[in-house]
């Protein structure tokens, strides 16, 4: 453990998107460095078993809302159940959804179903949290999970990219705007870590292209978890209170080399679409199915 077990003691952290993938892995650093942490999806059963693990961790710290990150009301009524028990210290926008296509072949249900995720999603999730750390004079610090395609562009998620692009000017916008009050805003933007949810949308073919091949990294490898997880503890802790407005790649400088897009899924055959098409939609069934909202 890099950093002190107690790092976060007293904090109290709400992760979108928790139950599974990178929000799992980074409610588990956070509960594993003394933060009391919330967890939010709209799968009940993985929220469930989610908190099930990680209160191996951290007995009586972790706790799930189930809420579906685009709906403004909903979130409102979910930071108010959580306020009832203290105010969060922190803000961890983790939600997304994302997948490979050409562009000419996305639905605007696709195109809305993404951006209202991570755009949309993450900025009624921040406002309902940084109003109400303002009207009651508190100061926090919110964390966005983004991509480095925010500086690049990609070919192949396009509504992906033009979504978490916004969130980073989101943060680096309210960084100013709530920097008076004592409020953080920053955004991580990871490389290729690989999680079963995100890889069986980005790359369902198995070919690592482009932005999931590790061979194209500077570093040549995939990042690790804990090195993320090593980031986020630093971000959220107060050992770094002068940092904001920032997004931080932590990708083994993959977007300096020029291969952090999926510019090379251009190569793909009529079939190889076919292919990566049915596998993704294999993925969301079997994500419909644990859904309870």
Request: proline fraction near 4%.
């Given at each position: 453990?890099?950093?002190?077990?107690?790092?976060?003691?007293?904090?109290?952290?709400?992760?979108?998107?928790?139950?599974?993938?990178?929000?799992?892995?980074?409610?588990?650093?956070l509960?594993?460095?003394?933060?009391?942490?919330?967890?939010?999806?709209?799968?009940e059963?993985?929220?469930?078993?989610?908190?099930?693990?990680?209160?191996?961790?951290?007995?009586?710290?972790?706790?799930f809302?189930?809420n579906?990150?685009?709906?403004?009301?909903a979130?409102?009524?979910?930071?108010?159940?959580?306020?009832?028990?203290?105010?969060?210290?922190?803000?961890?926008?983790?939600?997304?959804?994302?997948?490979?296509?050409?562009?000419?072949?996305?639905?605007?249900?696709?195109?809305?179903?993404?951006?209202?995720?991570?755009?949309?999603?993450?900025f009624?999730?921040?406002?309902a949290?940084?109003?109400?750390?303002?009207?009651?004079?508190?100061?926090?610090?919110?964390?966005?999970?983004?991509?480095?395609?925010?500086?690049?562009?990609?070919?192949?998620?396009?509504p992906?990219?033009?979504?978490?692009?916004?969130?980073?000017?989101?943060?680096?916008?309210?960084?100013?705007?709530?920097?008076?009050?004592?409020?953080?805003?920053?955004?991580?933007?990871?490389?290729?870590?690989?999680?079963?949810?995100?890889?069986?949308?980005?790359?369902?073919?198995?070919?690592?292209i482009?932005?999931?091949?590790?061979?194209?990294?500077?570093?040549?490898?995939?990042?690790?978890?804990?090195?993320?997880q090593?980031?986020?503890?630093?971000?959220?802790?107060d050992?770094?209170?002068?940092?904001?407005?920032?997004t931080?790649?932590?990708?083994?400088a993959?977007?300096?080399?020029?291969?952090?897009?999926?510019?090379?899924?251009?190569?793909?055959?009529?079939?190889?679409?076919i292919?990566?098409?049915?596998?993704?939609?294999?993925?969301?069934?079997k994500?419909?199915?644990?859904?309870?909202?």
């Amino acid at each position: 453990m890099l950093f002190d077990k107690n790092a976060l003691a007293g904090m109290r952290i709400l992760v979108t998107g928790g139950g599974t993938g990178l929000g799992k892995a980074l409610s588990e650093a956070l509960l594993r460095h003394g933060a009391t942490v919330y967890i939010s999806g709209r799968r009940e059963q993985v929220l469930k078993r989610a908190v099930e693990e990680l209160d191996v961790i951290a007995p009586g710290k972790v706790s799930f809302r189930v809420n579906d990150i685009r709906d403004p009301d909903a979130i409102d009524q979910m930071i108010d159940s959580i306020w009832l028990e203290g105010p969060l210290t922190g803000l961890i926008n983790n939600a997304g959804a994302n997948f490979i296509a050409p562009t000419k072949n996305i639905s605007s249900r696709a195109y809305r179903a993404i951006c209202t995720t991570i755009m949309d999603g993450s900025f009624y999730a921040a406002t309902a949290v940084g109003k109400r750390w303002l009207s009651d004079g508190l100061t926090g610090s919110i964390l966005s999970n983004l991509v480095t395609w925010v500086w690049t562009g990609s070919a192949y998620v396009v509504p992906a990219t033009m979504a978490k692009t916004a969130v980073h000017a989101m943060t680096m916008s309210l960084a100013v705007e709530w920097g008076p009050a004592g409020i953080r805003v920053n955004a991580i933007a990871p490389g290729p870590f690989p999680t079963e949810g995100a890889w069986d949308k980005l790359d369902p073919t198995g070919k690592g292209i482009g932005a999931t091949d590790p061979s194209s990294v500077p570093l040549r490898r995939f990042g690790r978890m804990e090195e993320l997880q090593n980031l986020v503890v630093f971000l959220m802790s107060d050992g770094c209170n002068y940092l904001t407005g920032q997004t931080i790649a932590i990708d083994g400088a993959h977007h300096l080399a020029g291969h952090n897009t999926f510019a090379g899924l251009s190569a793909l055959t009529d079939q190889d679409w076919i292919d990566a098409r049915e596998a993704i939609q294999a993925s969301v069934e079997k994500e419909k199915q644990q859904r309870s909202v």
